[in-house]
Structure formats: structure tokens, C-alpha cells
T-cell receptor
Framework: DAGVIQSPRHEVTEMGQEVTLRCKPI?????LFWYRQTMMRGLELLIY????????DSGMPEDRFSAKMPNASFSTLKIQPSEPRDSAVYFC????????????FGPGTRLTVL | GIQVEQSPPDLILQEGANSTLRCNFS?????LQWFHQNPWGQLINLFY???GTKQNGRLSATTVATERYSLLYISSSQTTDSGVYFC???????????FGQGTTLQVKP
């Protein structure tokens, strides 16, 4: 299995621009999670999906952030408009609801907003 | 919600030494994982261990769920073991992981 795939791996953009991060979960996994890692707050959950449906978005910082999962093999996290404080590493993770609760993480997207 | 605390925050070892990292959690868990974040930022799964003991090469982990702690043992440390070790736990059926602040390990040659 290829594992969780994220793209792009690095993104540099200017304040005010729209940013879209992409994630492909492990095939067969029905839970998908988006996390953010910053020096100040560590690793924190933003939103998660079960069977493509958003279940809990209480960690999404502001309305500028939105996430979608149009099908079982693809999810996006969008920031519009982006701000310098959004600079962080964004991780996507997935797990299977049929086995145990173990989550597997993608390589992350390092976002820099200038 | 559940709280996760790790200790020590920083650890410096000489190559070949052994170490123990600790993770305390505030509630009963149905998921506890240990990760290694390498210098490239990738989160590598080490153990899925909500209870019991597991071993993988030079690494082993023990979770005592009734006392709400988990330990990660690193034996005969190598420079490639350097990085940040995270403990993460979940107490809900959703599997939402709450991460500790990590232990930064530096292994010197």
C-alpha cells in the first residue's frame, strides 16, 4: 500500500491567496483526519470525516478554513484568504473503522504564508 | 477532554545508552500511539498500544491503562533515533487523537 498521500509537500504563498491542500487516504480506510502542527500549539485536530461525511469540525480555526471529501479517496483542505499565522505543517491521517483505532499519517504539507 | 503529558521534554544521550520516555493521560483510552517525527518532519508509527506490552527491535512500549500511563523504551540508542517522540491518545469512539507536547531526543555519536 502506498500509505496516505498528500500534495503538495511544500507550499509558499502570499497573504490573501487561496491555498488548497490535498489528501488521498489509504484504500479501504473510512476515517480521514486533518491535523495542524505549529510550534506554539503542537499537533491539533482540525476536522475529521467518516464515510466522506464531516463529523467534527470544532478544531477548524476560522471560517477561512474549509474541508471537503467528495469521495472515499480524496479530501481537500482549503484556506481562503490565507494569512501568515496559517503557516504550519498540515497532516492528513486515515484509519479503518473495521479494525483497531490506529491512525496512519501522511508526510504532511509545509505551508508558508508570506 | 483527555489530556496527554509527556516527560521529559528534552533528552540527550550518548550513542549506545538506553532511555525511557513517559506518557501520562487523564482518562481511559481506546487508542494510544507512539510516533517518531524524524528530521524531515514525517510522523512514523512506532506502536499502537492502548494496553499491554509490545516490542519491535530495539524499541518496546508498555501501557498500564488502569494507571493511565505508557512508557517507550529505547535500548542501545543510535544517532538515527534522534528526533521528537510523540504520544497520542483517544478516549472516544471517534479515534480523535490528542497529542502530547513530545520528547525531543538527541543521540550523540
Amino acid at each position: 500500500d502506498a500509505g496516505v498521500i498528500q500534495s503538495p509537500r511544500h507550499e509558499v504563498t502570499e497573504m490573501g491567496q487561496e491555498v488548497t491542500l490535498r489528501c488521498k487516504p489509504i484504500s479501504g480506510h473510512d476515517y480521514l483526519f486533518w491535523y495542524r502542527q505549529t510550534m506554539m500549539r503542537g499537533l491539533e485536530l482540525l476536522i475529521y470525516f467518516n464515510n466522506n461525511v464531516p463529523i467534527d469540525d470544532s478544531g477548524m480555526p476560522e471560517d477561512r478554513f474549509s474541508a471537503k471529501m467528495p469521495n472515499a479517496s480524496f479530501s481537500t483542505l482549503k484556506i481562503q484568504p490565507s494569512e501568515p499565522r496559517d503557516s504550519a505543517v498540515y497532516f492528513c491521517a486515515s484509519r479503518s473503522g473495521l479494525t483497531n483505532n490506529e491512525q496512519f499519517f501522511g508526510p504532511g504539507t509545509r505551508l508558508t504564508v508570506l | 477532554g483527555i489530556q496527554v503529558e509527556q516527560s521529559p521534554p528534552d533528552l540527550i544521550l550518548q550513542e549506545g545508552a538506553n532511555s525511557t520516555l513517559r506518557c501520562n493521560f487523564s482518562d481511559s483510552v481506546n487508542n494510544l500511539q507512539w510516533f517518531h517525527q524524524n528530521p524531515w518532519g514525517q510522523l512514523i508509527n512506532l506502536f499502537y498500544i492502548p494496553s499491554g506490552t509490545k516490542q519491535n527491535g530495539r524499541l518496546s512500549a508498555t501501557t498500564v491503562a488502569t494507571e493511565r500511563y505508557s512508557l517507550l523504551y529505547i535500548s542501545s540508542s543510535q544517532t538515527t533515533d534522534s528526533g521528537v517522540y510523540f504520544c497520542a491518545a483517544s478516549s472516544s469512539n471517534t479515534g480523535k487523537l490528542i497529542f502530547g507536547q513530545g520528547t525531543t531526543l538527541q543521540v550523540k555519536p
